[in-house]
């Protein structure tokens, strides 16, 4: 097992970090980004602007699983990312969870997560047991209606900034992609080469204040497959590396590109997997289990909730702690979260700690249980990401 390395000056990788929301988060880089390109309204939360006078265009680009934890790991494979993240890098917080549907919709619509509604990997659908995974979200429940924030691309384009989205052409039209990016152009791009030529392109386009939204996933899925600093997942530390060296060499002059990411990732040793699937005292008085291993959302029976945390609390002990929807709401973690949101929480929510993670080997696909890599908890290694601003 690999534990994340703490970057000079950061806490431990394991540590309980807070999002930052309204100061240092994912949520801040898009308004702060329109407030650079003069859309009317638009706050600067991250202080781009100083660093930014006089840029028309912005690239952002998100690489999923590039934790600010994971960046000395990527550093030997990495040279131009390292050097980045010395020089014109510093950390933010994803939102709670930590995990790819939410950090997306917090790009893109600027909110945090208990306001735009998508609270976690999987949620329960209210008003009965179906569990909606957004990553293969299609149609059903209605983007719009499932996710009612305006985007901050929305904003952009009604300001008259031509805005673009490129990512893989499958996710296109999907109902994460309306959620988190609605009101851009969306380009196809199938790989390293594909992305960084589209987003150049786009960048260079327009005679007018111009923005361009980019999305990579191969780090996070090597890292989830074999590992954090696996071989695959260094090769894919290269390929980013190669993608960021093109994005910088080819900025028009009166551009600037911001590099982030949706959240880190740690590695779970088999010894700290629990399975609810397996251990009748986790299932007693659960109806719906969603969520994801390091976070599980737990629906359960009516006047169930006290049984429910006193028995996960005594087969967990150390390894999370379980708190009542109420309680991890007034804490903070997802922001102000609407009445209309409320349910898609758990009634009881179990956060691991440390390098814990609950598994459902019979409930849920298998791979999921067969990672090596997680994340969507609130450590250090999980919830810190990198920004990097980068001028032409």
Request: glycine letters at 12%.
């Amino acid at each position: 097992m690999t534990r994340p390395a703490a970057p000079a000056s950061a806490p431990d990788p394991l540590a309980v970090v807070a999002p930052r929301y309204g100061t240092g988060s994912l949520a801040d880089v898009l308004p702060s980004a329109l407030a650079v390109l003069g859309v009317p309204g638009a706050t600067d939360p991250l202080r781009l602007a100083e660093a930014l006078g006089g840029v028309r265009r912005i690239a952002v680009l998100l690489v999923d699983g590039l934790g600010w934890y994971q960046i000395p790991t990527a550093a030997p494979y990495a040279p131009t990312l390292a050097g980045l993240a010395a020089t014109v890098g510093r950390p933010l917080t994803s939102g709670f969870p930590s995990t790819t549907p939410t950090s997306l919709v917090t790009l893109g619509t600027g909110a945090a997560p208990g306001a735009h509604g998508v609270l976690g990997f999987t949620v329960r659908v209210p008003g009965g047991d179906r569990v909606l995974n957004h990553i293969e979200w299609a149609a059903d429940p209605a983007p719009l209606r499932w996710q009612p924030v305006r985007t901050q691309l929305e904003r952009a384009r009604a300001a008259g900034v031509a805005v673009t989205v490129v990512s893989r052409p499958e996710f296109g039209g999907s109902g994460l992609t309306v959620a988190a990016n609605r009101g851009g152009d969306y380009r196809g791009a199938a790989g390293v080469d594909a992305l960084a030529e589209e987003m150049l392109t786009a960048l260079a386009a327009g005679a007018g204040p111009t923005l361009v939204s980019g999305y990579h996933p191969d780090l996070d899925r090597h890292g989830h497959l074999t590992g954090v600093d696996s071989m695959p997942w260094r090769h894919a530390a290269a390929e980013v590396d190669g993608l960021l060296a093109r994005l910088v060499d080819g900025l028009p002059a009166d551009a600037a590109l911001l590099v982030t990411a949706d959240h880190g990732q740690l590695d779970v040793p088999a010894g700290h997997r629990f399975d609810l699937d397996t251990d009748p005292r986790l299932r007693a008085g659960v109806r719906v289990v969603s969520g994801e291993p390091r976070v599980r959302y737990l629906h359960v029976a009516p006047g169930a909730t006290a049984d429910v945390v006193a028995a996960w609390s005594a087969v967990l002990g150390a390894a999370a702690r379980v708190r009542t929807r109420d309680e991890v709401v007034a804490d903070g973690w997802f922001g102000p979260v609407p009445e209309e949101h409320l349910s898609r929480i758990g009634d009881v929510v179990v956060i691991c700690n440390d390098t814990y993670a609950v598994m459902a080997t019979r409930s849920e696909k298998p791979l999921a249980s067969r990672l090596v890599a997680y994340h969507g908890a609130d450590t250090a290694a999980e919830m810190t990401i990198p920004l990097l601003v980068v001028r032409g």
